[in-house]
Structure formats: structure tokens, C-alpha cells
């Protein structure tokens, strides 16, 4: 330990959380161990399964609980235990498939699965039931494709899904009779089950930071974006951990040793959205779920990119931050938030400064972050009147897929020339970048299919794609100029529907 | 239906009776997260966590191998090569050419060279990664073109003949001739595999292995460990999925655990890692099919050849058999005159490939369905005509390539009443007008039958035994050679039990299978599961019932005539007892309350050297109609309806039964669109998680399914009450998503030209077909 962590006068040296209204107190716990091993080999909780060990498959889903922004409302959501260091539950509810049956009563969302024949096997089945609950607390009558969209993280081999969408409907005809909190689905009031449950959070959580050191590694949650600053100055080799739902793999995947891990999770500085000075302004360490409404907000037509990011489990713990600063040329976000033209905040200590996302990557997997410096804040320019925002995710699977090709454009016409425009590709290089030939060609053209057609070609020169197991470089070069097709389609009069929507 | 089934059926009162829709038996307890599979069972305290380090080269002698680094990591206790192998080092179930650990030739990426034995799971995992080996690099063959110019096989090259195809097809008014590839398939079971052994006294062991063939994981680990079948027991509860994936390839896993059970003499877990798992077991074989085929104006097939060749990987394991079912599946619903049929079994470097509901079939199936879908392309006209056109006759042009008549043929009737409840005709029309009027997206329908054969072809499978306790109270310890891996078919054969004696289910106790309960016993598998383990169950709840009938028939000084059970009570003449009580009287009476039941499935009869016979006790049948849309600027492509009509006779359980149907559908979906493998040119398996490798999700599964069994259909031969095997057919309806997108594409040129599309229809796969379309207008 440093002089400089002392700073910091009063440190926690365990976790705390709850679990079947028990607090939960340990000390000494390895910050690399993942709440799926806490479970399944030091509780012997074994409910909760491993399917991937990498938050893909859904069998490991639990829900973690805390309080929302008000303070005032319990927050719901499912997430993928498997990547889920132990040590970010500090403060929270944790609830698992154990948790749900009280008195061998079951939960409807159990009770539905069993009605309607929605397990064969029964390995993914408790995943499904948190997700279940999940949906059940934060919907109140979803419709099928909200039932898809809060499944996307689970997978079931048997079923072929139908009796699980059947339950997904069936859960809300049968409420169980008494008043708790957990077998009730969304309300608008707050019962008393629920406000003891705030009260009982309420009381683990201080302002106090952690820091716990076990089995020779170190987390550090501090609570101030200042000692935030400092930590990460002072550790430069830390992982800085948000979600872990890429981190999270490099423990499970590679068998990677993390010995010092600074968790950005309470840090109040980095957990806040708002909108300031003709920008969203997002806080490095919001998570996907609660970036999502606020992007799609102000940019509509991005919906179905961020509905078809990873999955609810996923979202739930990642972050926009985490995505940016992992520097993947595949991953969902970058390619429209270069468009957007998004500027990155990057701190040092106590100093700050902006970065375009387009500047931001420099190499695959290098970005321009130096040691001891981090992502702050993510800032995208709020819409401009006239201009038209696009982003398309080409995968094998629709629901939590990564792209083979992804891709974002943004055009703003003046006299039916283009006056601006912004043409950004994930999976076509070592980076997520934009297509510069393919802008320049398009600068002050006519938007006709003439013109679209001499881009198409000069996107060919702008990339030059690999082959790998999401697909062939010819396909990545077809489908990144068709791509441009459909986004000339779609803005001008031939308007065309997309598959992803047709039938559902 | 005999006129017993008929009477137990309708009058049972009691809970669980059969035919009816009583939850899967572990339901609430999957529910709950109660339900114990292998890694959930507790563990002995002195348990060890393994891993297996496996080759980093498709082919290659083995120079050295260093594991001192692996030996002093942390909590390492024992490492193994093939040279601490004592019995036999083999898992191969049929041929002896499967190394447990590889013994100095590494033939695949993936391949288990050594293993380690730690205090941990993640002590064991990271101790491998310390191991040093080095290779002598050798020639790989990792496809199957290759492998056939190289004469790589695993066993000889398999010919059906009948007729003279080549004669019949030069004098055909059409001909045609085409090829496709067909991509493997991972089963992507939930839970991966896992083996637990437990030494136990005088060396015996005691392994828990979450198999579909217990039997045959006794056999191998008493061969490696060098016992004999008494001083090994393998018990296994339920696995969380299986679908062919743990028919033979647990014994890899099993067999490590139990030699380093034995080794070290403490309780040994292996548990692999989802992407160990993926590399290292075996999937669904991967084909090519070449076709030359001669018909008339109607698309009636006169003479055909097929060459199906599939890549077998670097062992035998079950791919001779797998093999001989595409050959016998290669006709479909169709009658096939002048017929040739010849299939390579391919040896490439890489994982062995194994079973996979369907076991060949849908491989076969795949090949006929692409040739009537291009004759009907070539000819204009529905595929549905051309399909109808070539429909097994009744009485006439019925007899199979390999000579089994065809006698229980209902896909005429299964066809019509699809083509009306679908509303296929008007569909058709919506679809072409649709098309004419959408130049990006495309819509595409096509309805596809399945006839799909039940039996293992390998005759001597055909068997099962049950055991069945009666206690004192009057409650059942139940106990049968199959397997649970999801299916449902415990509860089936509890239904059967339920049935026979006439007490309610949850008297009922269903049981682990266990080799030491029921012996010498069949895979679960070939879908035959709920035909053989319910009658050899029934058997044994009959003799019982026997001597029940007549203990009572004494006891009240009736005839046996006037004992009948009934709603868990059981009347003799004019005196009622509970089920209970007249048990506890036979107690009292010295009756034997335990029995065994045997079952060998009758008629079949089959010579594997002429491939000609009966290796079929009867056929299962069905159809589906779907419809697709598909963007032709992309690939992108959505189910938008499925309607299916699929036969399972008299069925033993609906509910299960629609669940067997609409998840093997939607697997066979993945099968075909979504689920690719994809090898680097090192021979390394890149898609081998869930990441990479994408099964159907929740949101691929159309809103609009229509899904209904045949009603009064009752099944022709006498199996289990009439029902009929359900776990593999159904997967082969999904034929018709494949051609339904292969419409859709069609329609790019106007239906002019055959299209060319590979599978899996990834949207790449569908891009290039769309493309190849349009340079043909």
C-alpha cells in the first residue's frame, strides 16, 4: 500500500451485500473471483449454471438489485454471474434462482415455465427464470418483442423458445397472492417490502471506498472521480474494471491474473447522463442500459443498433465507456458514434482533455488513452434540424450477435446535394474508421443513385478487409457498399423495410 | 390400436396416465435450480479438479513433451500422458482408433495429449497452459474434396444399388446434375461434459458422467483402467442436453477421470470448459453431394446417382453408421427406381465427428430435397408438384433403395392436410406477387415432408430392460436403461408404469439410469428412447400386475377375470382395496414385489453387407411449410410463419411431444441458416463458443408457428401404445426454411435459374447466391 492510498482516510476492507435477507460480509475475498465461483463452489449454491463462462449463453444469470438514481426505487436487473467479479456486488442485493421460491411456493415466473412446458433439459432454465423476473419487475405487459428482446441473453437448446414465450405472458396472470415485493410485477407504488429492501441497502452502504486485498491482488471501488483520478495515476498498470463483460473473459477465457483492479462502478463522477451545452453528455461508467434511452432519444433511428447490442445482461453491466475504450474494430457503437462526430474526455490526474472518437484509435486494440489516464466522460453533439443518422449491424444471428460488418452514416443535404456526410465501418479494419474516399467522393454530389453508386466503388479503396469466422473479406466489401445502398434507399423516396422487423 | 390400449387409455382416472400432458418430471425442480446434474452432485472432500491439455497441430508427431512447469504450478497433484495408461488406451465405441491421450501422433487441433490433476478447477486450467510439447509437423488433410482426391478414408466407401441408374438417366427426357456443401453442426448442449469418478473399495469405480451410454462408459473405463464391467458402476440423473453429443463422446472424458481416480486414488472431476468442449468433441458431420439425375416432364425421378462424402474426422467413432443412415435417408418420402448411392467416409484432421439428432438422416434428406427442388426449378413449376410427383406410392412403387416396403405411408394424407391448413396455394400466389412488386427484400415459401426411419440400424441395439420395485406402501422405485438428457422420457416411461398398474404418477419414483440396475443397455438414442425403455417398463409393471391379479384373485376367491385396477385401487369381485394395501397383503403372502421387463423391437432383420432388409420397425412422418423473407442486399434473412403437421402416432405424452417437435425444428433451423463452423487453415476450430458459434436466439423463432401432431393416427406397428418416436424427425422439417430462402433467391432471377446456395444460409451464404442470380439475368 502507497502513501497515496492512504490519502484517503477511511478505507473498507470487506464487501458487503445482501442475499435472502441476510447480510453478506466477507473479507479478504479475490477480487479476480467470479460471483458464479462464489456461488456455485464456496456456497454451493449450484442453481445457477455455467453454460460459456463469457455472458453469451444465459445460464449463469442472476439479478442484481440496488437503488435506482432517486434513491427511491429498487432497480432490477439481470446479469451474467459468470463474468461478474465478486467484489462489484458490494452494496447490492444479490437475488438467485434459490431466491425466488419461498416455501416451495413458486414464483410465477417458475411456476409459468412449468405450466407451459418450458423446460426439457433444465440447464438454461434458472437463467431464464432471473431474466424472466427481470422482465416481470420492469414490465408490466411486454409485448413479444420486448419478451425477445429481455431473452436475448439466454439461450435454450431444447425448447426452441415457444413455451418460454408462452410463460413470458402466462408469469403475469398469476401473481402470487401476498404482498412481496419479489413475486409482484412492476408497480407504481412502493410497498413496504420494497422500502425495507431500500432501507436494508441503505444501511450497507456508506460512502466509504473499498478497498479489499486478497489471495495477492487488490480492488479499489473508491466513491470520488478525484481518488478515482489518483488511483488510476498511481496504478497505471490497473484494470480499470466498469462492467467486466469484456475483463470479466480475460480471467475466465485466458486465466489472466488481474492483481490490481480499479472498479469504476461507484464512482459518482463517471455514473452520470445529462445533456449539457449541445451534447450528451455520458459518464464513463453508465451502463449501456441507461446510455441507451437517452441516445435513442435524441436519435431515433438508432434503436435497433442498441436493441441488437450484446443483450440485457450485458448492457446492463457494460458500459459505453468500457465499449470505446476496449479499442475492438467490431464493437456495435463506434461506428455511429464517429459520425456523430463524439469527442471522448480523457483524464490524467487532474487534468482533462478531449479527444474525437475518430482520433481516438490508433492501431487494433491501441487507442490514444496514455498510461494513467482514462475515459471520463463521452460527449455526442446533440441532432442538427435536417440531417439523417443510420447505423446497420450485419451478423449471423440478429440477437446478441457481433457484426461482421457495421455499419454508420450521417447526412445532412442542401439542395438536394450533399453538404455533409459521415460514413464510418466497423469490422472493416484494425479499427473502427471512416471511410474517407467515400465521404470525399460524395462531398457537394447530387444524393442520386449515380453517386451512391461511384462511393460504393471508392469504399473499396478506403478498406481492405480480413476473412475470419464471421465472414469473408469479399462479403465484408459486398455488404459495406450495399450497406450505403440501403442507407441511399432508405433517405431517399424508396423507402424499404428491414427484415430484422418484418414478421414481429 | 389393440383393444387393451384402447380401454387403459380412455378409463384412466389417474394422475399422469398416458396420453396425457403432465409436466417433464423434473420440471419444478429445473424451476427452482434444484435440479442436480453432474457438477451440482457434492463433491468428496478430497475431491480433484482436472484439465486436459490438448494439440496445438492437426497432424503431427509429438517430439517432447515438458510438463515440469505444469507439475510444480500451484495445487497441481498428478499429471497423465498416454504412457500412465494401464488398460487400453482407447474411447473409441466401435473401432479401437481412439486414443483417450494421445500416445506420440496428434491427428487433430484439439486433441487430449496429457491431463492435469489440481486442487481447483482454476488451478488445473491454468497449470496447462505451462506445458511445453514439441511437434514434427506432418501433412494435414482438413476437407473433404481433399480427402477424397487423397483416398483419406475412415472406412471403406458404402454403394447402394438398385436398378440401373445410368441406363435410366441418359434415356430420362430431362437431366441435371449439381452439388452442394452442407456445413456440421455443433449440438451446443447447455451443460458441457463432465465426468466424475470415485475410487471406491478393492479398486472398483464409481463415475458419475452425464452420458446418454452408461453402459458403454462402464466398458471403456474398465478397458483403460484394466478391470472388467463388475468393478465399474456409471450412474447418470439427467443431463443438461445431449442431442447426440454424449452418446459416445463422454467416454473421453469419463475414461480421464476414472485413470486419474485410479492414479491418484482420490475422486477425480473433469469439467470442460465451454471452448475445450467445442474443439475437442465431436459435432454433426459436414457432406458434400454431387448428383446426376434423370427425369420426365412431370419431375418424376427416373434414375438417379448420388455421392455423398463426409468428413469424418480423424477416427471411426460412429461414423459408419451415421453414414449408412444418409444412404437409407437419401430417399426421403420419395420412391427411388434406378438408384446408386455411394458415400466416402472421409478421415481429415480434425475432432471426430459423431452423432447428431437425425444421425445422417437430415444429411441425407438434404441431398433429394435439393434435387426436387432443382428439378422442379429447371421444369418452372411448384416444388410441391415435383415432391408430390415423386411421393412413395401405396401398393405400388413402395419399396425403399435398401428393399424395406414402405407400409405405414401417410405423407399424402400429412401433405394435403398441410397444403390446406396452411393456405399454401394462396401463399405461393402472395409470395410471387409480392416479389414482383419488391425489388430489395424477397419473400420465399416451400413446403418439405419428412419420412424419417425408427430403429437403431444396427440390429443388436434393439434391445432395453427395466426394473421395477414395488414397496410395501405401495410405492414404485422406477428404473430403465434409457437415458434423460431433456427429452422427457422419464416421465414417458413413469406414464407407461403409471398406466400399467394404475396408480398416479408421484407414486412413482423415477431413478438415475445405472449400470448396475439395469445392464448391457442401448444408447438413448436413434430416437428409439420411449419406444424400447417404455416396453421393457411395461413388461416389468405386467408381471407385477400378474402377480398382484393373481395373489388377489386367492386372497378374495375370485377369479383372476374379476380383479381389475383402476384409479390406484384394485377391485376383486365385490371387495375394494387401495393399490397400497393389496401390495402390503402381497407382502404379508411372500409375493416377489420386484421385476425385471425385457424388450426386443420385432420384425427387424437386416444384412448390413447387401444393405438390404428391415432396419426399420416403422417410419415417423411429417411436413412443414415456411416462409421466409430475405434482403438481397445483405443476406439478412427472417422466418416469417412456420405451419407443421408431424406424426407421433398415439402420442404417450402431447406436451412433450410438441416440445420435442417445435425445439428440434428450430435446432434443424440453426443447423441450416445460422451455425456456422469455421476452420482456419491451420485446422483450428475458430467458432467454438457461443460468441462465435449462434444457435437460434429467442427472436429467430417466427411469432407466427403453427404447430399441430396428427390427430387419430394411431401408429400401425404395435409399439408403446400406439405413440411413435419423436426425438429426430422433426429436426428434418426445418428442410423447408432452407428452401424457403433458396425460393426466395430463385425469385432474383425470375425463377430462371437454379440457385446455388450453400449451407448454412448465412446471410453471406445467401448473399452470394442472390449475386450468382443476378449475373445470370
Given amino acids: 500500500m502507497s502513501a497515496r492510498d492512504l490519502d484517503v482516510p477511511v478505507q473498507r476492507r470487506s464487501m458487503r451485500f445482501i442475499l435472502d435477507g441476510e447480510v453478506v460480509e466477507i473479507e479478504n475475498v479475490d477480487p479476480n473471483r467470479t460471483v458464479l465461483q462464489y456461488l456455485r463452489e464456496d456456497l454451493r449454491r449450484c442453481g445457477t449454471k455455467e453454460g460459456c463462462a463469457e455472458g453469451d449463453c444465459g445460464a449463469c444469470t442472476v439479478v442484481v438489485v440496488d437503488r435506482d438514481v432517486s434513491g427511491k426505487r429498487l432497480r432490477v436487473r439481470a446479469v451474467n454471474s459468470c463474468i461478474q467479479f465478486l467484489p462489484t456486488l458490494d452494496g447490492k442485493e444479490l437475488l438467485t434462482v434459490e431466491s425466488l421460491s419461498t416455501d416451495g411456493e413458486l414464483h410465477p415466473t417458475q411456476k409459468a415455465l412449468v405450466d407451459c412446458h418450458g423446460s426439457q433439459c433444465g440447464f438454461c432454465t434458472p437463467g431464464f427464470v432471473m431474466s424472466l423476473f427481470a422482465l416481470h419487475k420492469n414490465n408490466a405487459d411486454p409485448t413479444r418483442r420486448e419478451i425477445d428482446e429481455a431473452l436475448a441473453g439466454n439461450l435454450c437448446r431444447c425448447t426452441g423458445y415457444s413455451p418460454i414465450v408462452e410463460a413470458a405472458r402466462v408469469m403475469y396472470a398469476d401473481e402470487l397472492q401476498s404482498k412481496c415485493w419479489l413475486g409482484q410485477s412492476r408497480s407504481s407504488t412502493v410497498g413496504a417490502d420494497e422500502q425495507s429492501r431500500i432501507v436494508a441497502l441503505n444501511s450497507i452502504d456508506t460512502d466509504v471506498p473499498l478497498c479489499i486485498e486478497g489471495h495477492g491482488r487488490k480492488f479499489f471501488a473508491p466513491r470520488e472521480l478525484d481518488h478515482f483520478a489518483d488511483l488510476v495515476a498511481l496504478h497505471p498498470d490497473a484494470t480499470i474494471l466498469s462492467g467486466g463483460t469484456d475483463v470479466g473473459l480475460w480471467v475466465t477465457k485466458q486465466q489472466r491474473d488481474l492483481p490490481i483492479i480499479i472498479y469504476t462502478g461507484n464512482v459518482a463522477g463517471l455514473n452520470e447522463c445529462l445533456v449539457d451545452d449541445g451534447y450528451l453528455d455520458i459518464g464513463a461508467a453508465v451502463s449501456l442500459t441507461d446510455a441507451m434511452p437517452l441516445i435513442i432519444e435524441n436519435y431515433p433511428t438508432l434503436e435497433e443498433l442498441f436493441v441488437r447490442f450484446a443483450s440485457p ?182 423507402v424499404i423495410e428491414r427484415v430484422y422487423s418484418i414478421g414481429r | 390400436m389393440g383393444a387393451d390400449a384402447i380401454t387403459s387409455r380412455a378409463n384412466s382416472k389417474i394422475a399422469g396416465a398416458v396420453g396425457t400432458a403432465v409436466p417433464h418430471d423434473s420440471a419444478r425442480l429445473h424451476a427452482t435450480g434444484r435440479a442436480a446434474y453432474t457438477d451440482d452432485i457434492p463433491e468428496p472432500r478430497d475431491v480433484l479438479h482436472l484439465a486436459v491439455g490438448m494439440s496445438a497441430k492437426p497432424h503431427a508427431r509429438i517430439r517432447r513433451i515438458d510438463l515440469a512447469a505444469v507439475i510444480s504450478a500451484p495445487g497441481v497433484v498428478a499429471v497423465m500422458t498416454a504412457a500412465d495408461i494401464p488398460g487400453e488406451n482407447n474411447c473409441g465405441p466401435v473401432v479401437h ?224 453408421a451415421i453414414n449408412d443412415r444418409a444412404m437409407f435417408h437419401c430417399d426421403n418420402a420419395y420412391f427411388l427406381d434406378n438408384v446408386t448411392i455411394v458415400s466416402h467416409r472421409c478421415k481429415t484432421n480434425t475432432v471426430s465427428n459423431t452423432a447428431f439428432r437425425g444421425f445422417g438422416g437430415p444429411q441425407g434428406m438434404f441431398g433429394i430435397e435439393l434435387v426436387v427442388d432443382d428439378i422442379a426449378r429447371h421444369l418452372g413449376v411448384d416444388p410441391l408438384e415435383v415432391r408430390r410427383e415423386n411421393f412413395y406410392g401405396i401398393g405400388e412403387r413402395d419399396t425403399t433403395q435398401y428393399r424395406q416396403k414402405v407400409e405405414d405411408n401417410i405423407i399424402h394424407e400429412i401433405v394435403d392436410e398441410l397444403v390446406r391448413t396452411s393456405d399454401y396455394r394462396k401463399r405461393v400466389a402472395k409470395v410471387r406477387e409480392f416479389n414482383q412488386a419488391s425489388p430489395v427484400l424477397k419473400r420465399g415459401i416451400a413446403l418439405t415432408p419428412v419420412k424419417f426411419g425408427i430403429s437403431f440400424t444396427a440390429t443388436h441395439l434393439n434391445q432395453a430392460g427395466a426394473l421395477l420395485h414395488v414397496y410395501t406402501d405401495g410405492t414404485v422405485h422406477l428404473n430403465h436403461g434409457g437415458t434423460e438428457m431433456g427429452q422427457g422420457l422419464f416421465t414417458k416411461v413413469a406414464q407407461v408404469v403409471a398406466n400399467e398398474l394404475q396408480i398416479d404418477i408421484d407414486r412413482i419414483k423415477i431413478t438415475a439410469s445405472d449400470t448396475s440396475k439395469v445392464p448391457n443397455a442401448s444408447a438413448t438414442a436413434a430416437s428409439s428412447g420411449s419406444d424400447m425403455n417404455g416396453k421393457a417398463a411395461q413388461i416389468a409393471a405386467k408381471k407385477i400386475k400378474d402377480r398382484l391379479t393373481e395373489f388377489a384373485a386367492n386372497h378374495f376367491s375370485v377369479t383372476e377375470l374379476d380383479v381389475v385396477f383402476g384409479n390406484n385401487e384394485v377391485r376383486a369381485g365385490n371387495n375394494t382395496v387401495s393399490f397400497a394395501e393389496l401390495v402390503r397383503l402381497a407382502w404379508f403372502s411372500r409375493i416377489s414385489l420386484s421385476a425385471t421387463g425385457f424388450y426386443r423391437t420385432p420384425k427387424i432383420n437386416y444384412d448390413r453387407a447387401t444393405f438390404s432388409g428391415r432396419p426399420f420397425f416403422y417410419f415417423a412422418y411429417g411436413a412443414a411449410v415456411s416462409e421466409v423473407i430475405i434482403d438481397t442486399l445483405t443476406g439478412e434473412h427472417r422466418l416469417t410463419r412456420v405451419d407443421i403437421l408431424h406424426d407421433c402416432g398415439a402420442s404417450l405424452n402431447p406436451a412433450i411431444d410438441m416440445g420435442q417437435i417445435q425445439g428440434g425444428f428450430i435446432q434443424g433451423v440453426g443447423w441450416l441458416t445460422s451455425e456456422e463452423l469455421w476452420w482456419n487453415a491451420e485446422g483450428e476450430l475458430k467458432t467454438h463458443a457461443p460468441s462465435t458459434y449462434k444457435i437460434p436466439a429467442c427472436s429467430d423463432v417466427p411469432e407466427d408457428f403453427r404447430v399441430r401432431m396428427l390427430e387419430s393416427s394411431p401408429n400401425r406397428e404395435e409399439t408403446i401404445y400406439r405413440s411413435k418416436a419423436v426425438g429426430e424427425p422433426p429436426l428434418m422439417l426445418s428442410l423447408s426454411v432452407f428452401h424457403a430462402i433458396r425460393d426466395a433467391v430463385a425469385s432474383v432471377s425470375n425463377n430462371t435459374r437454379r440457385p446455388r446456395l450453400d449451407s448454412p444460409a448465412t446471410p453471406e451464404a445467401v448473399l452470394n447466391a442472390v449475386t450468382e442470380q443476378q449475373v445470370s439475368e
Fill in chain 1, 313 to 494: 445482461p450485458i448492457r446492463n453491466a457494460g458500459t459505453l465507456g468500457g465499449n470505446i475504450a476496449n479499442g475492438s474494430p467490431i464493437g456495435d457503437s463506434m461506428p455511429a458514434l464517429i459520425v456523430l462526430e463524439t469527442e471522448v474526455v480523457l483524464r490524467t490526474g487532474g487534468s482533462t482533455r478531449s479527444v474525437a472518437l475518430n482520433d481516438f484509435y490508433l492501431a487494433y486494440q491501441r487507442t490514444a488513452l496514455r498510461p494513467g489516464e482514462f475515459i471520463e466522460r463521452i460527449r455526442i453533439p446533440l441532432p442538427v434540424e435536417g440531417e439523417q443518422v443510420q447505423s446497420y449491424k450485419i451478423s449471423k444471428r440478429f440477437d446478441q450477435d457481433i457484426s461482421a460488418v457495421c455499419g454508420a452514416y450521417r447526412l445532412q443535404l442542401a439542395d438536394g446535394k450533399v453538404e455533409k456526410i459521415g460514413v464510418a465501418y466497423g469490422g472493416m479494419a484494425a479499427i473502427p474508421s471512416r471511410a474517407s474516399l467515400c465521404e470525399q467522393s460524395l462531398m457537394g454530389q447530387e444524393w442520386s443513385e449515380a453517386s451512391v453508386s461511384r462511393a460504393m466503388q471508392a469504399l473499396d479503396k478506403d478498406f481492405s478487409p480480413i476473412s475470419d469466422m464471421r465472414s469473408s473479406s469479399q462479403y465484408r466489401r459486398n455488404v459495406c457498399r450495399n450497406l450505403l445502398r440501403r442507407f441511399y434507399l432508405e433517405t431517399s423516396a424508396s
Fill in chain 2, 97 to 320: 482408433d481412439d486414443p483417450i491421450l494421445a500416445p506420440g501422433l496428434v491427428q487433430y487441433v484439439g486433441q487430449a495429449v496429457f491431463s492435469v490433476a489440481a486442487g481447483s478447477v482454476d488451478q488445473a486450467r491454468r497449470a496447462v497452459r505451462l506445458a511445453k510439447i514439441e511437434y514434427e509437423a506432418l501433412d494435414p488433410i482438413l476437407d473433404i474434396r481433399k480427402a477424397i482426391a487423397a483416398k483419406s478414408f475412415v472406412l471403406p466407401t458404402q454403394k447402394i444399388e438398385r436398378g440401373d441408374s445410368k441406363s435410366a438417366i441418359a434415356n430420362a427426357a430431362h437431366r441435371l446434375n449439381g452439388s452442394a456443401t452442407l456445413g456440421g453442426q455443433d449440438q451446443f448442449y447447455l451443460e458441457g461434459q463432465i465426468a466424475m469418478a470415485l475410487p471406491a473399495e478393492d479398486g472398483d469405480l464409481f463415475v458419475y458422467s452425464s452420458t446418454q451410454h452408461p453402459g458403454e462408459i462402464q466398458l471403456l473405463v474398465a478397458e483403460a483402467t484394466g478391470k472388467t464391467l463388475k468393478d465399474v458402476i456409471v450412474e447418470c440423473r439427467r443431463m443438461g442436453g445431449a442431442f447426440g453429443g454424449k452418446e459416445s463422446q463422454p467416454a473421453l472424458i469419463a475414461c480421464i477421470a476414472a485413470l486419474m481416480a485410479q492414479k491418484t486414488g482420490r475422486a477425480c472431476k473433469l469439467r470442460l470448459d465451454r471452448d475445450t468442449d467445442m474443439i475437442m468433441t465431436g459435432k454433426r458431420h459436414d457432406f458434400v453431394v454431387d448428383y446426376e439425375v434423370g427425369f420426365n416432364e412431370r419431375g418424376r425421378i427416373e434414375g438417379i446417382e448420388f455421392m455423398f462424402a463426409s468428413r469424418c474426422g480423424m477416427s471411426v467413432d460412429l461414423s459408419g
